[in-house]
């Protein structure tokens, strides 16, 4: 029955003059999403409407699917397209599209009637009550209930009708590359993969970087952060991942610096190094999964200390959260099965027993001095032999 979906969007239609340019993103990115999808569909702008036609036979979880991890949409309409042939034959259409959606279920229903064609012979409410009065007749076991109801039985009257009762949820958000780009410090953990889900769901195109510490990690470790990569890709499009080694960096801390500052201080080098990927490639910022006290690295002091060595700013969404809320995340954006495979990073493999939690940083400074010697060094060295993965949702 289904041969176009109705693609409805929110926080767009607020965008004044610009409107435009969010919904030409978001029509861009659909597109994309459906060539991974069988078929032939066509995606097409219409008065505040967007919608997917399909031109052929295609499997419809499969489209759906597809649809559900494009940011900005908010609801995905199986519609039926109805030729203009009068009220009668409109409402003969309703009766049986009910019939087929729901037979014999007793259910409450309501209609809702928007007419934009201004030229129909009926307004809204005059459709609405007409054909509320034909379903009553037809489908006795359905009731009206104008508050409450069950069932919303959708007529949009333009130059051709569409009718829909069914609104399966987006992810909401912002078509991503309209507000720039950021660079994502993606760990194999449960909270930076939902970070850069929820920096890309506010309409921000990412880039990623992995500190990887071989042989301390294992290569397993680095192909569970590309994994999470390519999940996080279905969200955000393809994914640029720099893979850093970090080993040598890590080893040099570790021999120089007291070991209750080892994770803020390498912490302070990742974020260097980050930045200087986030430079090259145009990003506005870094994204980090960090949320205030949630380890010793993430006390305001902590976090205050890693600030203070970065020129552009630091964005963390999951500032506020806690470990549960971050799990229900990563749980519907299938991140959570993977990251939880046991393959550790470099972060915890050189964790100290006991972590300063609120560092000072006039103490961290003059620690990191004791790395004068060889530091620049080694991190012109972990920036030039950097693997770039280029990450795409296809693949």
Not at 39 to 67: H, M, N, P, W
Not at 225 to 238: C, E, F, H, K, W
Not at 267 to 296: D, K
Not at 319 to 338: L, M, P, Q, S
Request: aromatic share 8%.
């Amino acid at each position: 029955m289904f041969k176009m979906f109705l693609i409805k969007y929110a926080e767009i239609a607020i965008k004044g003059k610009n409107r435009f340019l969010f919904e030409d993103a978001l029509v861009e990115h659909i597109r994309r999403a459906l060539e991974a999808a069988d078929g032939e569909f066509q995606v097409t702008k219409e008065s505040g409407r967007i919608y997917v036609s399909c031109l052929g036979d295609y499997d419809y979880g499969e489209v759906v699917g597809a649809l559900s991890k494009v940011f900005g949409i908010v609801g995905i309409c199986p519609v039926v397209r109805l030729e203009d042939r009068g009220f009668e034959e409109l409402a003969r259409e309703v009766v049986a599209y009910l019939g087929w959606m729901y037979p014999e279920r007793e259910a409450t229903f309501k209609v809702i009637t928007r007419r934009i064609k201004k030229s129909y012979p009926m307004e809204s409410m005059e459709v609405s009550a007409a054909l509320g009065e034909r379903i009553l007749e037809a489908c006795p076991k359905l009731t009206v209930d104008v508050h409450h109801p069950q069932i919303e039985i959708h007529v949009e009257i333009r130059g051709t009708i569409y009718l829909y009762s069914e609104t399966v949820p987006g992810p909401g958000g912002m078509p991503v590359g309209t507000n720039g780009r950021a660079t994502l410090l993606l760990s194999g953990g449960i909270d930076s993969p939902v970070a850069g889900y929820m920096i890309a769901k506010r309409g921000v195109k990412i880039d990623a970087v992995y500190f990887h510490a071989p042989p301390y990690t294992s290569e397993r470790a680095k192909q569970k952060v590309v994994d999470l990569a390519r999940i996080l890709s279905q969200y955000t499009g393809p994914i640029s991942l720099k893979v850093v080694n970090f080993t040598d960096i890590q080893l040099y801390i570790y021999e120089k610096c007291p070991h209750d500052e080892l994770t803020i201080i390498m912490r302070r080098y990742m974020m260097r190094i980050a930045q200087r990927f986030a430079q090259e490639n145009g990003s506005l910022g870094l994204v980090t999964g960090e949320s205030i006290g949630q380890v010793a690295s993430q006390t305001m002091q902590s976090l205050a200390a890693t600030n203070e060595v970065c020129e552009m700013p630091v964005y963390r969404p999951l500032i506020g959260f806690d470990k549960e809320e971050i799990v229900t995340v990563a749980k519907k954006i299938d991140t959570y099965e993977t990251s939880i495979l046991p393959y550790e990073d470099c972060c915890t493999i050189f964790v100290a027993k006991h972590p300063v939690t609120k560092p000072n940083r006039n103490a961290v400074r003059r620690s990191e001095q004791k790395l004068a010697e060889k530091i620049d060094q080694l991190v012109e060295e972990a920036v030039r032999t950097a693997e770039t993965v280029e990450v795409d949702p296809a693949c």
